[in-house]
């Protein structure tokens, strides 16, 4: 579980790279090799309530919220779109969302979901939405196909679509973050 973790906020990280129109310089290591021996990672994305940090987290029916004091607010295990997500800017049937970020200051919003769905299937149904314009210019792969970045505009948004394969757990990761272009 705690490798899927680390994959997922490395996904994530990568996406919102994207999102800036930054490519990473180096290819990220597999994630058998990141150091799994200490929690910092998983620490970071989701803090424990009254930790020095001051992060409030909240646990509901529906999943467990963790507000930063910067604003940032991580949902995890609710399977629902944030307030003000895009309607042209679907999870693709077959993904289940498994968090989500909201970081009102910077206004980006990212989902993250799971599935068993090709990526090859996920990437074709991502650039075809309807009014989205692809920029392959920054677009770029990583580790052969298994990680594929892919970036579009429209009017005053991008969105980022980060497309993963997980062999060893044989499901596809999908991550999508949506952030408005500076004026």
Known sequence: MKSINILLVALVALTML???GCPPKDTPKPVDEIDSGT???QDDVLPVAGGPDDTAVAQ???GQTTVTPEGVVVT?????????WPADVPVMEGFTIVSTEENPAEKVMSVTSEGTVPLPDARAFYQALPGWQQDINKDF???GDNVQILTFVKEDLKLAVTIAKDESKNITVLVLAISQKPK
């Open 18 to 20: 994207a999102l800036m």
């Open 60 to 62: 509901t029916p529906d």
């Open 76 to 84: 995890t295990g609710a399977n629902a779109l944030p307030a003000g």
């Open 39 to 41: 929690q910092s990672g």
């Open 141 to 143: 792969t990583l580790t």
